[in-house]
């Protein structure tokens, strides 16, 4: 019988034996490994996939290896087989792998190689190659991290990219070609803090707030504003959000109140006519968030200088409204309206304008010219608070020099932005500071340059007026030419009209901080000289100017009355006309249209008879619920119930003034507790 023969028939009854010295942890000695024959084929002894008659652990590892290869992110056995074996240095784990070398590799279900012939060459490939697939491995996942880094450097990039406008494709006049509608509104720049993050840092704006924000009990997000632990546990207010219509892509809502907040809302109109803001906060009490109430109440802390308490109101009337915001309302859209004439929605107008002043006088300008594009995408077209007024000094003060050129491309032909004061100084403003930045292209900056000087000499000529308030809130001197012409002087002041000079003054006082850079006094000079020549020239603009200014600015609309008193600008409050001043101006709901759409009205309030005894009077003024009179009787009734209420007023008399002494409590002195006292008097 030859040995390959022989060979089989030992595999074949090592096949049928049971569990061999190895299975049970014993050393099968040297004399079997030398004997050890190919294995059988996996899967197919007696016993199937567990493979019960192969009595050597490591006869599979080969197998394994040579079937298929483990994947990169797998750990072979055999490695760290042999990373054990190399830090040890036993005889044994050489024998082992002498063993391990001794078995041959299956190539067919009938046929297999001779053992004899590959110890060596299976011994090398278990040591040299395992150790380079071991480097191979490393340097796949050191590859591996280095993809995942640079994937996230393009997403940061990226992110740059497109949070920087610089970097955005741009149009030939210098202005950003941005795709989204002009009042597109951002929801993270509607969180102050992340404008404050920007400028000071994380750890500056949160401070400790981090580690208390995980023990807070759960508030809903909003994107308006945050809730504080310090706020009164929310519940639904009666306030409720519909939508009315859709027209061309416009979707129409309005705020409704319900009974419950009709009544609220009645207490309150009662506690405003009492002149007494303690019944305003007695109110709050019950109804903590009554969104007319906590209005009226942030114009009382601010006047008594209570700032922080004032904004705080005003954030919590912001909350109250956007918990009651339809499903299908959206902020950013810019195609949601609301009607100002509706009482119900302008609460939501004015709690809007109030925090973007607070934001403003914050030093986060960025937020406040968010919330001024949602407060003009609300309304475009009526615009009732007149924020067309402000708009451009938040994009100044913001640095946002392409939005504001935007605004005025696209809204100057049929809105003739051009005709306020505001846009004819401030859109040459932001075309200066365009062609100042470096960075643009030197096409650009010189048609920004272009511009801005076209435009701030014709913005001169037809508003004279507003140079020499000008320069004399920045504290700069005129030369004697510009101080001396009449074009500039005062007589250009006296002549315009009361409508035009409210305008003048509310810019002058709100943005004459922007003209104190001395870079735009330089670039102001020479063109104030060039309009005084073409004025000396009698040039036909200057004509024209003139004209328009006779025909124009004869009043003011109501909505600028409206945004001059929400402002608080001195210099614009006391331009206003007698009948706007002589009426009183309610915090909550500042000169109402006249053309109001009113859906629910306050009950008349029951009259008092107008032949009362002064007594009655006197009475009624200490307990106004005291009524000597009674009920007020038909014609027809008799005498005998006229001496009733008579006998029922006098006894309600008496009742009134026991009650009176009763309520009656005299004041103890303070006792002094320390009567040797602690210390000398002054």
């Known amino acids: 019988m030859s040995r390959r023969a022989l060979r089989r028939l030992r595999g074949e009854q090592r096949g049928q ?11 099968p000695g040297p004399e079997r490994a030398r004997e050890g024959g190919p294995p ?3 899967g197919k002894g007696p016993r199937g996939p567990r493979r019960a008659g192969v009595s050597n652990r490591f006869e599979l590892i080969p197998a394994e290896e040579s079937e298929d290869e483990p994947a990169a992110g ?9 990373e054990q074996n190399t830090a040890g240095g036993n005889q044994e784990g050489s024998k082992d792998r002498s063993k391990e070398g001794a078995v041959t590799e299956e190539t067919d279900g009938d046929g297999q190689r001779e053992g004899q012939e590959q110890p060596d060459q299976t011994l090398a490939t278990n040591n040299k190659p395992r150790k380079k697939k071991k480097k191979r491995k490393t340097k796949k996942n050191s590859a591996g991290e280095t993809v995942e880094d640079n994937d996230l450097e ?4 990226l992110l740059e990219r497109i949070e920087d406008p610089r970097l955005a494709p741009q149009s030939q006049g210098g202005i950003t070609t941005d795709t989204r509608p002009l009042l597109y509104v951002e929801h993270r720049n509607l969180n102050p803090e992340n404008e404050l993050k920007r400028y000071f840092g994380a750890r500056a704006v949160l401070g400790d707030q981090r580690p208390r924000q995980r023990q807070r009990q759960y508030v809903r997000s909003m994107w308006l504003t945050a809730p504080k632990n310090t706020w009164p546990r929310y519940s639904k207010t009666g306030i409720t959000m519909q939508l009315l219509d859709t027209r061309r892509g416009v979707q129409h809502f309005t705020f409704e109140h319900h009974r419950e907040y009709q009544q609220v809302q009645f207490k309150f109109l009662d506690a405003v006519e009492s002149m007494d803001p303690n019944n305003i906060v007695l109110l709050l009490q019950m109804n903590p968030y009554h969104v007319d109430s906590l209005l009226q109440l942030s114009d009382v802390c601010r006047m008594q200088e209570d700032q922080e308490m004032a904004r705080d109101l005003i954030e919590r009337a912001l909350y109250s409204l956007e918990c009651a915001f339809h499903p299908v309302f959206s902020l950013t859209s810019g195609t949601c309206r609301l009607d100002y004439r509706r009482p119900e929605n302008r609460a939501f107008f004015l709690a809007l304008f109030k925090h973007l002043m607070f934001l403003e006088k914050r030093g986060c300008p960025r937020t406040a010219l968010e919330f001024c594009k949602l407060i003009l995408s609300l309304d475009p077209e009526n615009d009732p608070l007149c924020v067309l007024l402000l708009i451009d000094f938040l994009s100044l003060r913001a640095r946002e020099y392409t939005f504001l050129t935007r605004l005025f491309q696209e809204w100057e032909s049929h809105r ?5 004061p505001n846009f004819a100084f401030s859109v040459p403003l932001a075309y200066f500071f365009l062609s100042q930045q470096e960075e643009r292209p030197e096409l650009e900056r010189s048609q920004a340059r272009e511009r801005a000087a076209r435009l701030i000499q014709l913005a001169l000529i037809m508003f004279p007026s507003v140079l020499m308030p000008l320069l004399d809130h920045c504290s700069v001197q005129p030369d004697a030419r510009v101080a001396s012409h009449p074009f500039f002087g005062l007589n250009a002041q006296i002549s315009q009209s009361p409508a035009l000079n409210q305008l003048t003054s509310l810019y002058v006082g709100r ?8 870079a735009v006094m330089a670039w102001l000079e020479p063109h104030v000289h060039e309009v005084l020549c073409m004025v000396e020239a009698r040039n036909a603009l200057v004509q024209e100017a003139e004209h328009k200014r006779k025909i124009r600015y004869q009043s003011a609309p109501r909505n600028i009355y409206r ?3 929400l402002s608080e600008m001195k210099e614009a409050t006391a331009a206003l006309p007698l009948e ?3 009426q009183p101006v309610m915090g909550f709901d500042p000169l109402p249209p006249l053309d109001s759409i009113v859906s629910y009205t306050r009950p008349e309030r029951t009259s008092h008879p107008s032949n009362e005894s002064t007594l009655s009077l006197f009475f009624r003024s200490l307990l106004p619920n005291f009524n000597l009179e009674g009920d007020i009787r038909h014609d027809g009734d008799d005498e005998a119930g006229a001496a009733q209420d008579l006998n029922q007023g006098v006894n309600r008399l008496m009742a009134a003034m026991r009650d009176m002494l009763a309520n009656i409590q005299f004041q103890e002195p303070p006792r002094d507790d320390n009567p040797e006292g602690d210390g000398d008097w002054d």
């Not at 034996?17 to 050393?27: C, K, Q, T, Y």
């Not at 393009?154 to 990039?157: Q, R, V, W």
């Open 74 to 82: 797998e750990e072979r056995p055999d490695t760290r087989l042999s």
């Open 511 to 518: 943005t004459h901080a922007l003209w104190k850079d001395p």
């Open 580 to 582: 706007v001043t002589s």
């Open 40 to 42: 059988p084929a996996p």
């Open 416 to 420: 003739n932005l051009f005709q306020l």
């Open 17 to 27: 034996e049971g569990p061999g010295l190895s299975e049970l942890g014993l050393d």
């Open 154 to 157: 393009d997403i940061d990039s």
């Open 563 to 565: 945004h001059i008193i």
